[in-house]
């Protein structure tokens, strides 16, 4: 049977513009991931498969909203596995993003801006899995409100010019390509145009 979902994110890496070599190479490898496996999108599919989230910027886009990993003590943007109700790349985004950070009324940019791939060690009791990550851009409406999920230690408002110390250098290439998105989407005249209102659910 066929999977929406996968048929969707396979639409979106085909027609994605890679910024950069290193994530055409992800492009690339994240389609060939899907192409060989029907069950790609699932967290079932050892030892890869795709992920999806979302980094959330302020209205004013001066600041990131970034969660303390609980069992990886990192600081991320928000994000994770599908699931079995969510038809789109966006939706699972949107839904990560929603559920992780707490703000309602996030306009999602629906174009990736991000492809990662990493080893998570506590994902699976097989062993170490790879997710394959692809990352959109959100933006909280003026005086969001935030909280912490189950799966957060902290969750805190970050200038973006000057992020935890401790940030890993994917998430900071993430800030960064955000502030770019948002300069492009302002210089062809709107704000993420392109982007739909997501109301919490």
């Known amino acids: 049977m066929s999977d929406p979902l996968r048929a969707d994110a396979m639409a979106v890496l085909r ?109 699976d009791p097989r062993g170490t899995v790879h997710h394959l990550d692809v990352r959109f851009l959100a933006i909280a409406p003026h005086g969001a409100v935030h909280g912490a999920s189950e799966e957060s230690l902290d969750v805190r408002w970050w200038p973006v010019d000057a992020p935890p110390e401790s940030l890993e250098g994917d998430m900071r290439a993430l800030i960064g390509l955000a502030g770019e998105r948002l300069a492009q989407s302002t210089s062809v005249g709107g704000s993420m145009s392109a982007a739909a209102e997501y109301p919490s659910r």
Do not use: Y
């Not at 069992?71 to 109700?85: I, L, N, S």
């Open 15 to 123: 027609g994605w513009t890679a910024p950069d070599a290193s994530q055409e190479r992800h492009r690339r490898r994240f389609l060939t991931h899907l192409e060989e496996q029907p069950d790609g999108m699932r967290r079932g599919c050892f030892p890869d498969h795709v992920t999806a989230g979302a980094l959330v910027l302020s209205a004013d886009a001066t600041s990131a909203l970034l969660n303390l990993h609980r069992k990886a003590h990192r600081w991320f943007a928000f994000g994770g596995h599908c699931e079995d109700d969510d038809v789109t790349l966006a939706s699972v985004a949107r839904r990560e993003a929603l559920e992780e950070s707490g703000v309602a009324g996030l306009i999602l940019d629906p174009v990736p801006i991000q492809l990662d791939l990493h080893a998570v060690e506590f994902c």
